[in-house]
């Protein structure tokens, strides 16, 4: 029986990929899309491998700027929606490996229930 809770580099490599992983690793999952450096992982993971893909540009005959110019034509509005659809990319994840979606919300609400809080404080409510 395997007991692991964290992911080989082979079940990394696909988790990343978009494969799911078994259900004993839920809380790594949980903790990859939702815990602290979870935007900053989320936007290695997409936007790092491309920039390989786009150094083909450069094979390209012609000057430079031209070839940079070319690369930020695709990079930039892939940064873009990149951050626009993370919300729906990790509400996603979470829904593909059988966990409740609603966890991507969970740093929203603390934050909001500790706003409440210091505003309930500062006003003589608590």
């Known amino acids: 029986m395997n007991d692991r809770t964290t992911p ?3 079940q ?5 990929c978009g494969g799911t992983l078994p259900p004993q690793m839920s809380d790594w999952v ?3 899309l939702t815990g602290p450096g979870a935007v ?3 936007l290695l993971r997409i936007l790092v491998p491309i920039l390989v893909l786009l150094c083909l ?3 390209i005959p012609g000057p430079m700027w031209m070839r940079l110019a070319m ?3 695709l990079y930039l509005p892939l940064i873009y929606f990149t951050i626009a659809l993370m919300y729906v990319y990790r509400r996603a994840r979470l ?4 966990l409740d ?3 991507a919300d969970s740093g929203q609400r603390d934050r909001a229930a500790a706003e409440r809080e210091a505003y309930e404080r500062r006003h003589g409510r608590a």
């Open 40 to 42: 900053r992982r989320y």
């Open 95 to 98: 829904t593909s490996h059988g």
């Open 8 to 10: 080989t580099l082979v």
């Open 101 to 103: 979606h609603t966890l």
């Open 30 to 32: 949980i903790n990859d």
């Open 12 to 16: 990394r490599i696909r988790y990343i």
């Open 71 to 73: 690369m930020a034509l």
């Open 57 to 59: 540009f450069l094979l």
